[in-house]
């Protein structure tokens, strides 16, 4: 099982920048990814990544906005996050790819183009808040 730890959330005001990052006790899964949750909503998918390459998918309500990184030396996964907007206030998690979908009974799916879509092993959370 990955262990996940996010860091980086804080308080800002819209227009304003984030960086997350999530460091993985090992960066063996296919994809990592970006969740977030607002009181009230389900869990959504915000970005992703291919780790044996560059390959990225991200939500529509981010694309031009959001950008994911990884940095596999250090085992660590990045969201850079500008122009922010209240309604991108959240908690944000760190996820990888789950091996099977059932490995994580907390698991979540998101269909994305890179060829993987359960995702679990949840971190945390870090909180990020966009003021108006």
């Known amino acids: 099982q990955v262990h996940l730890v996010e860091s980086g959330g804080g308080s800002v005001r819209a227009g304003g920048s984030l960086r997350l990052s999530c460091e993985a006790s090992v960066y063996s899964s296919s994809c990592m990814a970006w969740f977030r949750q607002a009181p009230g909503k389900e869990r959504e998918g915000v970005a992703a990544?291919?780790?044996?390459?560059?390959?990225?998918h991200y939500a529509n309500s981010v694309k031009g906005r959001f950008t994911v990184s990884q940095d596999k030396a250090k085992n660590t996964l990045y969201l850079q996050m500008n122009s922010l907007k209240p309604e991108d206030t959240a908690i944000y998690y760190c996820?990888?790819?789950?091996?099977?979908?059932?490995?994580?009974?907390?698991?979540?799916?998101?269909?994305?183009?890179?060829?993987?879509?359960?995702?679990?092993?949840w971190g945390q959370g870090t909180q990020v808040t966009v003021s108006s």
């Open positions: 990544i291919y780790t044996g390459g560059t390959s990225t």
């Open positions: 996820a990888a790819e789950l091996p099977h979908a059932g490995d994580d009974p907390n698991g979540a799916y998101w269909l994305t183009t890179l060829g993987c879509h359960n995702f679990g092993y």
